[in-house]
């Protein structure tokens, strides 16, 4: 890859990157996207200054690399080994930077979310870690439960570039257990799918976090729109009363978007449309406005006979086993409530997609195949 030129300016940025965030500023006339991009580019090349050598060897890679590129998962780092620079590895600056490099490409909701989900596996470990309390010692299950509970750690999180901040073409990925943002710059032009985002538990229930609810509103949503369904319109929208989990268009799997499901856009009154435009929004909007808004307009560019929305699973049980999707060319949303091992459905995998520039592949003029599964 092209050498990476770090600016003359690079050090006093580092020194108040802890207190000052990147303005993004760019010249009067130009685009609010170009600040938002200059501000990406900056805070991306703050947080490389911040690197050592060795950490910057595992941290940049190619844009070309489509293997690294394509290689994120919702599994714990044991059963998906991730590339590139965990935040157990980053010091208190570096954590600064990186944080505010997604901050820069993220809206605050967006940033938001991706900060609590890394914090709730924190979460999730405490509460793995206080039922195996109650099993004896010795006994083999509870030595490979507390194995497996190091997986859920708000430092197993791995970052990687892509490219250079300072050309045309770059981008990013960050990774770990229930999360997975990718963030691509392409001519001027943000792309930031695929994005997953995951919980378990969905909603804490007990303890000093009881009632914290990660992902309620993308199901909130969701749930209004298909209540507002008359009965001839849930005949279309709903697909079975049973969840294809081999659907889900997680890692991997990338082209289940090719056989449509549900009721077309076009099929809805006045208000629905306006439900399921919120229920996109709910998604879009975890990237910054700018990424959104260019996002918005391709959705809507592909006209409303293109857009659908499906369910799967029962249509009455708001904490039960179910599976939505919003499908169109430039979309893909899948949200599913999976098993949360208490015989509960208390855990949820959402991921945004775009089937026509996932990675930012259609400007880049790129192929990016999934090779890997779940």
Do not use: C
């Amino acid at each position: 890859m092209k050498a990476l030129t770090i600016p003359i300016a690079v050090a006093a940025l580092l020194a108040v990157a802890s207190t000052t965030p990147v303005s993004g500023h760019v010249s009067p006339g130009a685009s609010l996207e170009d600040a938002r991009v200059r501000a990406m580019r900056d805070a991306t090349t703050v947080f490389i200054a911040s690197l050592d050598e060795a950490q910057r060897a595992s941290v940049l890679g190619d844009l070309d690399d489509t293997r690294s590129r394509t290689s994120w998962s919702n599994l714990p780092v044991s059963m998906a080994p991730r590339s590139g620079l965990s935040v157990a590895d980053m010091t208190s600056a570096q954590r600064v930077a990186f944080h505010a490099m997604m901050a820069a490409a993220l809206s605050s909701q967006g940033y938001l979310k991706t900060a609590t989900i890394m914090w709730h596996e924190d979460v999730l470990r405490g509460i793995v870690e206080g039922t195996l309390a109650a099993m004896p010692d010795g006994d083999p299950p509870k030595a490979q439960g507390l194995a497996f509970a190091e997986n859920y750690d708000t430092e197993k999180f791995f970052v990687k570039i892509f490219g250079n901040p300072g050309d045309s073409d770059w981008g990013w990925l960050v990774t770990g257990h229930h999360f997975a943002a990718t963030f691509t710059v392409s001519g001027g032009k943000i792309a930031f799918t695929p994005m997953f985002l995951g919980a378990n538990p969905q909603v804490v229930p007990q303890g000093r976090y009881a009632g914290w609810r990660l992902l309620q509103h993308e199901a909130d949503r969701a749930l209004a729109l298909l209540g507002s369904l008359d009965a001839e319109q849930l005949k279309r929208a709903v697909v079975s009363g049973e969840v294809d989990a081999e659907l889900f268009a997680g890692p991997g799997n990338q082209d289940s978007h090719k056989v449509q499901f549900g009721i077309k856009a076009s099929e809805l009154d006045p208000l629905q449309r306006n439900m399921l435009q919120g229920l996109l929004n709910e998604y879009l909007g975890d990237a910054s406005d700018e990424a959104a808004a260019r996002q918005r307009d391709t959705i809507e560019a592909d006209g409303l006979e293109t857009l659908r929305f499906a369910w799967w699973g029962p249509t009455d049980a708001p904490s039960g086993r179910y599976m939505f999707r919003v499908q169109g060319p430039s979309v893909v949303i899948d949200y599913i409530r999976e098993s949360s091992g208490d015989g509960q459905f208390n855990h949820v995998h959402s991921i945004l997609r775009d089937p026509s520039n996932d990675y930012g592949a259609d400007w880049l003029k790129r192929h990016y195949d999934e090779a890997h599964g779940r």
